[in-house]
C-alpha cells in the first residue's frame, strides 16, 4: 500500500497491488499526481482519497480489484481523467461524504455492484463517459 498524508509528488507508469487493503491512500492536504499506472487485486479499493486532498488521476488502469475502484471521501477533491475502471468486486466509483471529484473520459464497465456510486452530500462534476 501507498500511503500520502501531505506533500505534492507524483507516481508515473508504476504496479500497485495491495492483498490487505487500499492499493493507494491519499489523506491531509497531499496533491499527488498519479499518471499510467496499473492497480489491481487490492483488497479494499484501488485508491482512496479522503481529508482535504486534490489528487490528479489520468491514464491508470484499474482492473480485477476485491473491492471499489476509485473512491473519494470527506471533502478530498480532484480531476480523475482517462483511466479505465473494470472488472471490479464492488462498484468502480465511489464519491461521498462533503468531496468534490471530477471525472472525466473514463471508461467504467463490469463493476459486480454497478459504475458510479454517489452519496451524501457529494458535489461531483461527471462528463463524458
Known amino acids: 500500500c501507498i500511503s500520502i498524508a501531505g506533500g505534492d509528488c507524483k507516481f508515473t507508469d508504476c504496479s500497485v497491488a495491495s492483498s490487505a487493503g487500499y492499493g493507494m491512500m491519499v489523506w491531509g492536504f497531499a496533491t499527488p499526481r498519479v499518471e499510467g499506472c496499473a492497480f489491481s487485486g487490492c483488497k ?50 465511489v464519491s461521498a461524504g462533503a468531496s468534490e471529484p471530477s471525472f472525466a473520459k473514463n471508461s467504467v464497465s463490469h463493476g459486480m455492484q454497478g459504475g458510479y456510486w454517489l452519496r451524501d452530500e457529494t458535489r461531483c462534476v461527471i462528463q463524458d463517459c
Request: glycine letters at 14%.
Open 44 to 93: 479494499h479499493a484501488a485508491i482512496i482519497c479522503g481529508g482535504y486532498s486534490r489528487t490528479h488521476f489520468q491514464a491508470n488502469e484499474l482492473r480485477d480489484n476485491e473491492g471499489f475502484g476509485i473512491v473519494v471521501v470527506d471533502s478530498a477533491a480532484g480531476d480523475f481523467i482517462e483511466n479505465s475502471v473494470s472488472a471490479n468486486g464492488k462498484c468502480g466509483i
